[in-house]
Nanobody
Framework: QVHLVESGGGLVQPGGSLRLSCTVS????????MGWYRQAPEKKRELLAT???????VYADSVKGRFTISRDNANNTVYLEINSLKPEDTAVYYC?????????????WGQGTRVTVSS
């Protein structure tokens, strides 16, 4: 089995910062791509950023400059640093990983970590 466990969410004041983490565990060969999404109340899940094993990053236009994605390949962990948080960043943040394991390639999701931006 493959598990993605996220952490780092919480209540933050506007203007603050957060660092989310997501670690992939299980019998896997590699994670070619990992990314972060979020889903605000009554909105569709949106892609925020992705990073390949080689470090190539892609960001949604809406988060460029405030969000930074990075990864630790040795520990199969991906991070999302969020700066200058705004109330509209309030959402459940989900980690996604494309995983290569015996039997094929599949996408997996974490359970989500809630971020609330409020004074």
């Amino acid at each position: 089995q493959v598990h993605l466990v996220e952490s780092g969410g919480g209540l933050v004041q506007p203007g603050g910062s957060l660092r989310l983490s997501c670690t992939v565990s299980g019998r896997i060969f590699s994670t070619p791509s990992m990314g972060w999404y979020r889903q605000a109340p009554e909105k569709k899940r949106e892609l925020l950023a992705t990073v390949t094993a080689g470090g190539l990053t892609v960001y949604a236009d809406s988060v460029k400059g405030r969000f930074t994605i990075s990864r630790d390949n040795a520990n199969n962990t991906v991070y999302l640093e969020i700066n200058s948080l705004k109330p509209e960043d309030t959402a459940v943040y989900y980690c996604n990983a494309r995983v290569v394991r015996f039997g094929g390639v599949n996408d997996y999701w974490g359970q989500g970590t809630r971020v609330t931006v409020s004074s």
